[in-house]
């Protein structure tokens, strides 16, 4: 409570100085409080718009979105070429922080599910429903999850980016910093200069072993099926044969029991017609099985058939490798999860939507003092450089530093040897406390969002559908698996609550069940 006394003072003294000093401190008051405005003003920070740097751009390798500032940026090899504000997800809806890439684009989407919310220049990142896309900018957080760029800047970038590109949301602001460590990949000049012409070798290998695989399997069909037919042959003329001695060895008893010249003469003859037929019958049986012998080895056919099927697989998978050998590889190495996964896109179309991403490996990785966190750090290779690749690093999580991170972990030198020698542009390692989003499956790169941030835009979401993921046996089977167990500390993600229709211009919703 104000002391009564301490307030009269004041007014006291103003009676006592007159109108004159009344008006000079009010003037002063007002310069104060001007001053002071003005103070605050110039301390606020700008807030973000658009910019293209001043200088000839390459194609985009990463977006990197500021939750925090409400801006993204894109990057080529050399630096920073686009900025431009955005407008990301409401609290209770908040995009999520994380490590993401583009896996479809659509030029002009429309939800199915808020009256037909048109969400221009569409390039999703998840399956459950996040995405960037063409939107309007209020000047602040206002989305159901997504990230709404200007309407003009998503319409010229839409055909700039390819899926693929590395998108990084971050609570804060992130930008990539030059980056050299020993853990990185080294490619090798000879392996990259050679690797088109021996994934074309091994492709035309691989589609003449399929070739005569078909071959071997029609031929171990057709020997199956005329071996049927000609033991069902064998089976008719034995039981012919069986009939015609049947019938012999009754002639040969009507002839000894005749008692007379006339019986005994048509018992000659019934025995003659009846040892004609055995013998014919035994002729046409011996020749049957001669033929069958000679013509037909069904279990040699059948071996033929295998050992064709398992070259046709071996050429198969060769020839697969040495296609994605032509990729960037990404690399994700989870402290939660203490594995290691690689996934490379393979450009294959699905009739669901997006292209099919490859995920030949997982294996076990060392990382020393498991129980420390470690951050989450995004390595690219952004160009070829004299010792190999240029790179640079991404922190949005701090553990350790980027440095200190990859000299905790040791990668298996079989790994290394399988892709470090291909490594290309755009190859990336991301290394975190996180483990791997079950947003992650066969039509998504790396999915992971931190769990020390709002996850409202994945909560909110009804979860993609437990999908198939490549094979999780290590190297590279085509059957499919799934890369998640029990109890990996994945980020829950809740039941959605039952749909609404909304009046909200620009609703952001979920691909798959209305999108």
Same mark, same amino acid.
């Given at each position: 409570m104000a002391n009564p006394l301490t307030t009269a003072q004041p007014t006291v003294a103003m009676r006592r100085w007159g109108p004159p000093a009344i008006v000079t401190l009010a003037a002063m008051a007002a310069l104060t409080a001007l001053t002071a405005g003005a103070a605050a003003r110039e301390a606020r920070p700008a807030p973000p718009t658009e910019a293209v740097a001043p200088r000839e751009a390459g194609d985009p390798i990463m977006a990197i979105v500021s939750i925090k500032t409400q801006q993204v940026t +894109?990057?080529? @090899?050399?630096?920073?070429? #686009?900025?431009?504000?955005? *407008?990301?997800?409401?609290k209770g809806r908040e995009t999520p922080? %994380?490590? +993401?890439?583009?896996? =479809? !684009?659509?030029?002009?989407?429309?939800s199915t599910l808020y009256d037909d919310a048109w969400m221009p220049n569409m390039q999703r990142i998840t399956w459950n429903g996040i995405a960037l896309h063409g939107g309007p900018l209020p000047g602040y957080a206002a989305s159901h999850g997504c990230v709404r760029m200007p309407y003009g800047f998503a319409e010229d970038l839409f055909d700039k980016t390819q899926i693929g590109m590395r998108v990084i949301i971050a609570p804060n602001d992130a930008a990539p910093v030059a980056f050299s460590h020993p853990a990185l990949f080294v490619p090798n000049k000879e392996a990259i200069a050679s690797a088109p012409a021996r994934a074309e070798t091994l492709a035309r290998e691989a589609a003449e072993a399929a070739k005569t695989a078909d071959e071997a399997k029609k031929a171990a069909v057709t020997a199956a099926r005329e071996a049927a037919s000609l033991t069902a042959s064998l089976r008719k003329l034995e039981q012919l044969k069986a009939r015609a001695d049947a019938e012999l060895a009754y002639a040969d008893k009507a002839l000894a029991a005749a008692k007379t010249e006339q019986a005994r003469a048509r018992a000659e003859e019934l025995r003659q017609k009846a040892a004609s037929k055995a013998a014919e019958a035994g002729t046409q049986l011996d020749t049957a099985k001669a033929n069958a012998k000679s013509k037909l080895d069904v279990a040699a056919a059948k071996d033929a058939a295998k050992a064709a099927g398992t070259r046709k697989a071996d050429?198969?998978?060769?020839?697969? =490798? @040495? !296609? #994605?050998? #032509? =990729?960037?590889v990404s690399v994700y190495i989870s402290r939660a999860t203490q594995k290691l996964y690689v996934r490379r896109n393979t450009r294959k179309p699905l009739p669901d939507g997006g292209e099919m991403f490859d995920s030949s490996i997982e294996v076990p990785v060392t990382i020393r003092d498991p129980d420390k966190p470690i951050g989450t750090h995004v390595f690219t290779a952004l160009a070829r450089n004299d010792q190999g690749l240029r790179w640079s690093v991404v922190t949005i999580d701090n553990g350790d530093d980027a440095k200190a991170a990859l000299d905790r972990i040791t990668i298996p030198q079989d790994v290394l040897d399988r892709i470090a020698p291909t490594a290309l542009p755009r190859s990336s390692i991301i290394v975190s406390d996180e483990p791997l989003s079950r947003e992650t499956n066969y039509r998504t790169e790396f999915v992971a969002v931190l769990n020390n941030q709002p996850q409202g835009g994945f909560v909110t979401r009804r979860p993609t559908a437990d999908v198939t993921v490549a094979s999780r046996d290590g190297w590279g089977e085509d059957g499919f698996g799934s890369f998640f167990q &029990?109890?990996? %500390? +994945?980020?829950?993600?809740? &039941? &959605?609550?039952?749909?609404?229709? *909304?009046?909200?211009?620009?609703p952001q919703v979920q691909p798959g069940w209305g999108w």
């Open positions: +894109f990057y080529d @090899a050399e630096g920073w070429i #686009l900025r431009a504000p955005v *407008s990301t997800g409401v922080a %994380g490590v +993401f890439a583009v896996i =479809e !684009k659509d030029k002009d989407h429309h050429t198969a998978k060769a020839a697969s =490798e @040495a !296609k #994605l050998a #032509l =990729e960037p &029990p109890n990996w %500390g +994945f980020q829950p993600v809740n &039941p &959605p609550p039952p749909p609404r229709r *909304s009046r909200q211009i620009y």
